[in-house]
Structures are given as structure tokens and as C-alpha cells.
């Protein structure tokens, strides 16, 4: 079992369940703490939802434990970790690798490989939570989160969009705005399962993007997801005339020097209730992108 504490240090009492909604515990956290083992207390003693708090108090919760996936099997295979904690876990995705098992691929995902790493660090836990997650051949930062709790106050984060996510892209042609916000619904290609297209019946998305340098003939810009469609990027970008470097998939250029479409996710910013803090990484751009950057052709 995994046990949370807190400092009460706020003036007025205040019900223990409402200080906990605050931190992120949420109703179906509350049920399972009551009915599967879980406890809640204060200053060491048993204490109810109903009761209050008062300035100096410390309170504890024990959540029970998670139910390890056994059809999900383990890839020991290492993988390239950004940060550790014991509620996070960032790691660097190679391009190449699906994030989650799926009909393509159950067994060498990086979630099997996370999994084969939770077994070897002896992790109370065995259940990889993917907060967010990238395209097979999209490489970069991958937050996950180590137990139910800490994914659960990021996925409300997620839902506010308070998770700051920021890619790497080179895209053919010359963008001539050196900013750009790109409103344009999604959704998925008629009687086609993988591809996407803006159309006016799909879901709202919104990429925001800045240029970073133009060469001669393609453009490196950093680009905010404000919303998470699948291939979003790539979608708005081939909408505007101007698809990724190597993206085949949605009439992109090839390439020599990259196999894959020209995007990492290199910079990440989210609110860590644990550490109350920000926690803010940036991670290096890839050997494919930068060697097109350095000869400044593809």
C-alpha cells in the first residue's frame, strides 16, 4: 500500500473530505479507500471523511493496492529515463515504438518496458499510468505516472488543459507567420482506421506554434499542443500546405537523412502536488533532426 501525507496549516477547520478533494483525491478514490482496504487518518488515529481539520494537523491516507495487469507482460529491455520519482517517471521515446500495446504490437511497447523496469527497481506498484503518449514514430518526453493517485491529479491537469506540452517540428515550405494558432476540428478519414483530416464534423483542436529558424526549403518551429488529438500536428500542418519533413503518411517530403516524420516532443511543463511545485524538463533534440538543422537541407 502506498501512504500520502499533509500538513494542515490553513486557520479556519475544514472537512477532511473536502481538504482531500482539493489534493486531488477523487470520488472513486474516496469508494475505494472505504471498501478495499484503504485508511484515512489524523495525528496517527483513524479519522472519517466527516470529520474536520485544524490548523497542525497531519493527515494520512493509505491507498489500497493496485491490481497488477498480467496479460500486460514485461520487455526488460532499458529505457532512456529523463526524471524518477516515486510518483513520476518521464522517460525519452525513441521513434519506433509504440507508447501502449495494440493490435500492431503487445509486447515491446514502452509500457511493457516500463513495466520491466517497475519489476526491477522493486516499484509497490506495477501498473504504468501513461499521462501522455505519442505517435509510433514521434519521439521524445513521455510522462507517466507510478500509481492511481498521481494519475489522477494529473489527468484533471490534462483535462484543463494546465499541462503545457511543446514539440520540435520541421515542416516543408516557408510558414510566413513568425506565430500562428491553428483552430481546425479533426476527425478520422472515412472507412479509413489510422488517418486523420480536419473536417467540420470532427473534434475541436488547437496547435499554437512559433517559428524558430527558416532555411531554404522547410521551416523548424516549436509547437504547443492545446488539445490532444491523435496526429494533430501532423493533420494541421499538412491542412496549412506545408506536412512534416519524412511524414508519409500525410504527404510529407522524404528524405535521406530522417525515416520518419520530423517531430519531437522536447519540452514539458505540469504542476507536481506531491513536491508542490512546477516541474519543468527539456530534453535535446534527437541525432535525425539535428543533423537536417546542422545541414540545413533534407
Known amino acids: 500500500m502506498m501512504e500520502f501525507y499533509w500538513d494542515f496549516i490553513d486557520e479556519d477547520s475544514k472537512k477532511v473530505r473536502t481538504f482531500l478533494i482539493e489534493q486531488g483525491v477523487s470520488h472513486r478514490m474516496f469508494s475505494k479507500i472505504k471498501h478495499q482496504g484503504g485508511e484515512i487518518k489524523i495525528n496517527g488515529k483513524n479519522a472519517f471523511t466527516s470529520d ?5 494537523d497531519r493527515i494520512m491516507i493509505k491507498m489500497p493496492p493496485e491490481e497488477e495487469n498480467e496479460i500486460l507482460l514485461p520487455d526488460y529491455e532499458p529505457i532512456d ?21 495494440g493490435s500492431a504490437d503487445r509486447l515491446h511497447t514502452l509500457v511493457n518496458k516500463v513495466k520491466g ?20 514514430d514521434t519521439s521524445g518526453i513521455v510522462l507517466l505516472a507510478k500509481h492511481k493517485f498521481a494519475h489522477a491529479v494529473l489527468d484533471e491537469q490534462l483535462q ?3 499541462i503545457k506540452k511543446f514539440y520540435t517540428a520541421l515542416v516543408s515550405g516557408d ?13 478520422r478519414v472515412d472507412n479509413d482506421f489510422i488517418r486523420r483530416e ?31 488529438r491523435t496526429h494533430q500536428i501532423r493533420v494541421h ?18 528524405s535521406s537523412l530522417i525515416n520518419r516524420q520530423a517531430l519531437n516532443a522536447n519540452e514539458i511543463e505540469f504542476f507536481d502536488p506531491f513536491a508542490n511545485k512546477k516541474q519543468h524538463f527539456v530534453l535535446a533534440l534527437p ?12
Not at 467540420?200 to 490532444?228: A, M, N, P
Not at 500546405?241 to 504527404?251: A, F, M, N, Q, T
Not at 541525432?287 to 533534407?298: A, E, G, H, L, R
Request: proline share 5%; aromatic share 12%.
Open 52 to 56: 474536520f481539520l485544524k490548523k497542525g
Open 81 to 101: 529515463i529523463i526524471y524518477e520519482d516515486k510518483h513520476w517517471l518521464l522517460v525519452n521515446k525513441p521513434f519506433g515504438i509504440n507508447t501502449v500495446p
Open 117 to 136: 523496469h517497475l519489476i526491477n527497481e522493486n516499484a509497490p506498484s506495477l501498473v504504468p499510468h501513461v499521462v501522455t503518449r505519442l505517435d509510433r
Open 160 to 162: 484543463k488543459h494546465e
Open 175 to 187: 510558414i510566413q507567420e513568425d506565430h500562428g494558432i491553428i483552430e481546425k476540428a479533426i476527425g
Open 198 to 228: 480536419v473536417r467540420e464534423d470532427g473534434k475541436y483542436s488547437k496547435t499554437e506554434y512559433w517559428v524558430v529558424e527558416r532555411f531554404k526549403s522547410f521551416t523548424q518551429l516549436k509547437i504547443q499542443l492545446h488539445t490532444g
Open 237 to 254: 500542418f499538412s491542412y496549412l500546405g506545408h506536412p512534416l519533413i519524412g511524414d508519409e503518411l500525410y504527404g510529407g517530403p522524404n
Open 287 to 298: 541525432y535525425d533532426i539535428k543533423n537536417i538543422i546542422n545541414q540545413k537541407k533534407f
